[in-house]
């Protein structure tokens, strides 16, 4: 599978954008797809995750009640959306996606995005 990022850019301290990752190659609803975020000098974080169903997520303590993560399997895109967005999400965003068991290590994430870029400006 090969996974397209998309939906970044420059939006005020209390806006909103949504993040889209669009798969093609291969059905995205055979993985596990994350979201993940690197901010200059700052190693990658996990910001959330949904498994294959759409069922069960999680969510990075930091995001947790202002990003939701959703997926259509039918459109073979996941999806973050983010609301109340601060300076401090200001990141690369990142989706990735895990053929193998549920997991929130970003080191079992095999097949990789390229990013896009999120400002966030105060």
């Known amino acids: 599978v090969q996974l397209q990022a998309s939906g970044g850019g420059l939006v005020q301290a209390g806006g909103s954008l949504r993040l889209s990752c669009a798969a093609s190659g291969r059905s995205v609803s055979s993985y596990h797809v994350a979201w993940s975020r690197q901010a200059p000098g700052k190693e990658r974080e996990l910001v959330a995750r949904?498994?294959?169903?759409?069922?069960?997520?999680y969510y990075a303590a930091s995001v947790k009640g202002r990003f939701t993560i959703s997926r259509d399997n039918a459109k073979n895109t996941v999806y973050l959306q983010m609301n109340s967005l601060r300076p401090e999400d200001t990141a690369v965003y990142y989706c990735?996606?895990?053929?193998?068991?549920?997991?929130?290590?970003?080191?079992?994430?095999?097949?990789w995005g390229q990013g896009t870029q999120v400002t966030v400006s105060s």
């Open positions: 990735a996606a895990n053929w193998g068991p549920l997991t929130t290590s970003l080191n079992d994430y095999d097949t």
């Open positions: 949904i498994d294959r169903s759409g069922g069960n997520t």
